[in-house]
Structures are given as structure tokens and as C-alpha cells.
């Protein structure tokens, strides 16, 4: 005899039938608190993978942006300015005399 049966025994009519209701509640409790946790462990585990594939899908969208951008076709002759990543020097704006 476990210690729950031991305890029901010795009480008195009225709370016998107390007692066993309230452990059919705590079962039921149980019962609907454990189907609520493997909903939520299976939607947890359907976001993390469509997360996964979110940032596969970023990573693969940035893949083909550097790509694009890395691959530019040089002129044949670098010695302009522009094509060095310099600019040429701006001419100074002249200042205007007060008359």
C-alpha cells in the first residue's frame, strides 16, 4: 500500500470522497498540462527549423549580393582618377568681394 491509500484509509467518509475527487482533478490537471506542453514543444520545434531556413535563405541572399558586387569588370587602363577610388581635386569656390 502506497502512502496516498494509507492516508484515504484512515480518514473519515465525507473527506475519503474529497480526497479521491481531488486526485481525479490533479490526474486531469496532469493529463491537460501534458497535451498543452507537447503542442508547445512541437510549435517550438516547427519555428526553430522554419527559423533555420530563414537565415539559410539570408545567408543565400547575401551570398549572390557579394557576388554581384564583387565581380566588376575593370578597364583596360587604370590611370584615371576615378579608377584608382580617388577623386579629382575640386576647384575652390572663389570668394565674392563686398563692394
Known amino acids: 500500500m502506497d502512502l496516498y491509500t494509507k492516508t484515504i484509509s484512515s480518514l473519515d467518509d465525507p473527506f475519503k470522497v474529497i480526497a479521491k475527487e ?5 490526474k486531469e490537471y496532469l493529463e491537460i498540462n501534458k497535451a498543452k ?7 517550438k520545434g516547427e519555428n526553430d527549423s522554419l527559423d533555420k531556413e530563414i ?3 539570408k545567408k543565400i541572399k547575401a551570398e549572390k549580393k557579394v557576388k554581384i558586387v564583387a565581380e566588376p569588370e575593370m578597364p583596360s587602363e587604370i590611370s584615371e582618377p576615378e579608377y584608382l577610388g580617388t577623386q579629382a581635386p575640386h576647384p575652390k569656390a572663389k570668394k565674392k ?3
Open 55 to 57: 537565415a539559410a535563405q
Open 22 to 26: 481531488s486526485k481525479a482533478l490533479v
Open 37 to 43: 506542453r507537447e503542442t508547445l514543444e512541437r510549435i
Open 97 to 99: 568681394r563686398a563692394r
